[in-house]
């Protein structure tokens, strides 16, 4: 584990790595109890916490179960044998670009949950991931900045797979990474699509990533971890159950600008993760295919939604002008030189360029103190914080956010 | 032509019917000018002037050219002989119910002809037919209260032509008559379904009646003469010209609900049917397809629109929920008993209820009158007149209306 320890930012530590890996462990993906102490009282404290049982009731159900027997260093361990390292939020390789709609939705729910009214709190999954274990080569942090979830039924048609091939091809053609899950049909269709024309594709998985699901698809689970991107919120060792399928969705909707639902029954898992897109007011594209077919219903039942829910796309160019203007940012900004600063300040909204003005000249800071210095919601902030990010006016690590070294005043100490 | 003189309604006479038929040869359908002069100075006068040549520029333009040669009785006479009559907005048999959003069109677009936008004006062709030849069983006027229009590719694919066949079944089956030209593939496709359950469908040519056009739906032409009905704008001999097709379609979507493409290319003539749909604000619908199908690129288009044009629609129950609230209204409204007027009277809307307060007690009044008793826009009486004859509260005839007998104080001499 040290070798990769080794590779952590500033701040970063080994304690940070185990708790999290016991919090991984000793929760089901998107407790919102868990995920709301861990916000509060950050991952080491709430770990103890937890595994002293110093914790309220909710909490405690989300957790008591597994807290005894949780063992995060068995769990890493594992993990490393298999090559699979584990991401956290106080890591450079956490996305927070793309988790920056799923942290926004959480804080919304989170005032329904506080406000006592649990139950509907409860009905919504759109809680960030505590931790996400992951094996490849690309860049976790570079998923959701160019990327479309292509998504769809394990019992496609051909039609079906066709579309999602060409689909995928032409968008890894365009730079964009490929984000679906790891099931037969419309997944391995549009994973397959983007290995014709590119290196990289992302396969998010609802089991342990030391075994394939279904094992049929074990040669391409093989190939993205060699040049692309396996990812899963399950430990090692974690059988893909139902339930896990349906909080996993949740990720496939918030890793991808958009996501492309290209065949789904009534009721299905795509239709799942669909509505994850909408919740998080990512654009959601359908695409259609004939009404006799069984498989496109979910498809025309987004497009002919009464709330509009769906866009109608035929073709990778229809796909772009719906992610066009969220595609487009710059995958690696380079830091604004001080004369080009003022233009990027006066390209931002009112909301980004209010947040950008309550950061301290270089301290780290957390996005509820920036709420409190700006007077904006906790909302707001958050969704302004990937703006300014991406602008190269500030940058991101260890859970805090501060002005970007090349923006700060001339006082700065720091050589160029 | 005797004895379908005999049928016309109070007032109507063979100079009205010759006056039409003059109109009706010498201009070709949709013109402005023409339309606009019948409607102010009345056919019987408009006729005179034309075949005189004391007429505008405008409107000499429009009908010189056949206006020495124009040998009305000639029509009508040939006409006689195929079993094909002509109806005349003066007569019962006129739709006044259907073209009720084509005479609102008209009168806007009216306005900008006036103003001296003349160029604009002329761009659109929602202007009503002067007259309509007939053939067949069916009335004329109970086409547009519960129809739809079904439209698509000459060159459709087996799936269009299905789709097509399965929705014109499952709505004749419910009791709605089927509207759609005469071509081979989707209209073929549409009226075969329609005649599966039902006796009646509606086809609507761009060519004289006295042939059907393609000749190769000759069988499908007859049949509908015997149960349904034939339409044209044009006078028997008068070949399909380009043009005529395209007036044809504003025919088509006004004597629709609604108006369903079922497969069409990306510039098409359906295409052309769904403009004047949107035109009219009558609900549009477009049937999805594979991606992968030239025939389907229209529908995707529709569908996707920026402006929402088109709702997708997989099956007669998505049609229905379109259209259910224009089309359940009753096809032979029974004239309402005095204790049953003040209820009718309570569901109008407040222009309605304005245009009825504003009828004489018992003489015929034209639209126009309407507008100077009530104070409302000529485009505001148009619009309600069809909801007051729908309730049984007025009654139309004679380019008239007048509050119906049952409705009328009971001052009235007439017997029960």
Redesign the interface.
């Known amino acids: 584990m040290r070798s990769d320890l080794a590779t952590w930012p500033l701040g970063m530590n080994e304690e940070v790595l185990m708790a999290r890996a016991f919090l991984n462990r000793v929760a089901e993906p998107a407790s919102i109890p868990v995920w709301d102490m861990v916000r509060r009282d950050g991952p080491v404290q709430a770990a103890e916490a937890i595994r002293a049982g110093r914790v309220d009731d909710c909490v405690s159900d989300a957790t008591a179960a597994r807290a005894a027997h949780a063992d995060p260093l068995a769990d890493l361990e594992a993990a490393h044998r298999h090559g699979i390292r584990l991401v956290v939020p106080e890591s450079d390789e956490w996305p927070h670009f793309a988790f920056a709609a799923l942290e926004a939705t959480a804080l919304r729910r989170l005032e329904t949950y506080r406000s006592g009214q649990r139950r509907h709190a409860e009905g919504g999954e759109l809680i960030p991931p505590l931790a996400l274990w992951v094996r490849g080569t690309t860049d976790l942090a570079s998923v959701g900045v160019r990327s479309v979830s292509i998504v769809g039924a394990r019992a496609a048609t051909p039609?079906g797979e066709?579309?999602a091939r060409e689909l995928a091809s032409g968008l890894a053609e365009r730079g964009f990474l490929v984000v679906s899950g790891g099931a037969y049909g419309i997944d391995a269709a549009a994973h397959r699509g983007a290995f014709a024309v590119a290196q990289e594709t992302v396969v998010v998985s609802a089991g342990g990533l030391d075994r394939a699901y279904p094992p049929g698809n074990t040669a391409l689970f093989e190939r993205a971890a060699e040049s692309g991107l396996l990812i899963s919120e399950s430990p090692p060792g974690s059988a893909p159950q139902r339930r896990r399928f349906l909080t996993r969705n949740r990720v496939i909707a918030a890793l991808g600008t958009g996501t492309v639902v290209v065949e789904a029954a009534r009721r299905s898992g795509a239709m799942n993760t669909a509505h994850h897109c909408v919740g998080l007011g990512r654009p959601l594209m359908a695409?259609?295919?004939?009404?006799?077919s069984a498989m496109?219903?979910g498809c025309?039942a987004l497009?002919?939604a009464e709330s509009?829910a769906a866009?109608?796309?035929?073709?990778v160019d229809?796909v772009l002008l719906m992610i066009g203007s969220a595609g487009d940012l710059p995958v690696d900004p380079q830091p604004p030189s001080p004369p080009d600063l003022r233009s990027r300040l006066d390209q931002l909204d009112q909301p980004a360029r209010q947040v950008f003005d309550g950061f301290p000249a270089r301290a780290w800071v957390h996005p509820d103190r920036l709420a409190v210095r700006t007077g904006l919601s906790p909302l707001a902030v958050i969704r302004a914080l990937p703006i300014l990010e991406m602008s190269g006016l500030i940058e991101a690590a260890d859970g805090g956010y501060r002005i970007a070294r090349a923006t700060r005043p001339t006082t700065s100490t720091q050589a160029p």
Chains 1, 2 share one sequence.
């Open positions: 039609y066709r579309v695409v259609p295919g004939p009404v006799t496109s219903v025309h497009i002919a509009g866009r109608l796309v035929s073709d229809d």
